[in-house]
Each structure stands twice: as C-alpha cells, then as structure tokens.
C-alpha cells in the first residue's frame, strides 16, 4: 500500500485571494448602492460622484470618480466632491443630512452576509 502526497496550497491561497476579492468587490457595489439612494440632490453633483474602488475595478458610472491607489485587503466607498463632509455633518448654517453613515448602517447586513458566502466552502 502507497501512500500520495499533493501539496495543493498555492491552489487553496489563489482560491482564498480570488474569493476575497470578489466579496469586497460585491461589498463595495452593494455600499454604494445604498449611499447613493440616500444621498440628498440638489444639482445631483454628490450624488454622481459617489463611486468605489474595490480589488476587482471601480465604478463605470459617470461623473467624478474616487481615483488613487488602495492597500491590498480594502475597497473605499466615498465621493471626492469638497462639501461632501458638510452636507454628511452640517455646519452651524446648515443641518446634517448623513447619507454615508446611513447607507452604511443599511448595508451592514448585506455586507456581513456577502462576506459570509464568500467564504462558505460548498460541499
């Protein structure tokens, strides 16, 4: 009787990398989503320019987009317009209208289960 060894690890860490990326990139999608739908227009300026960079692309829509580089292991949701924090925040001028932060609290569940299946060995 003979045993056979196949060291497969390279295969399973390739396959852990393309799952991970393909959970953040869904992560990103979905956060956005949920951002956009509850950020306030008034010339639809912040709301177009609400975009994400995930390890598998960025956003394919119009108007301003995130740009720059990303650490390994991240996506970024956000918007690079300079009055996006005022209009999430307030001023003493103008109260608060948080889209991020409640897009984020939408979306919580959603990204905790897409992570989740991401990971989920079938079989």
């Given amino acids: 009787m003979s045993a ?3 060291d497969r690890t390279d295969r399973v860490i390739d396959e852990i ?7 953040l990139t869904a992560a990103a999608i979905q956060l956005e989503g949920e951002i956009a739908i509850r950020t306030p227009v008034d010339t639809g300026h912040l709301r ?4 994400h960079i995930a390890p598998l692309g960025r956003s394919r829509k119009g108007g301003d987009r995130l740009s720059g580089k990303i650490p390994e292991g991240m996506a970024v949701v956000g918007t ?3 009055y996006a924090a005022y209009v999430e925040y307030g001023t003493r001028y ?3 209208q948080p ?3 409640t897009g984020y609290a939408a979306a919580k569940s959603d ?3 897409i992570i989740t299946e991401g990971f989920r060995i079938d079989g």
């Fill in 4 to 6: 056979r060894f196949e």
């Fill in 17 to 23: 990398e393309e799952r991970r990326k393909r959970a």
């Fill in 48 to 51: 177009a320019s609400i975009s």
């Fill in 80 to 82: 690079n317009t300079e």
């Fill in 94 to 96: 103008q109260k608060a």
């Fill in 99 to 101: 889209y991020m932060r």
């Fill in 111 to 113: 990204i905790d289960r």
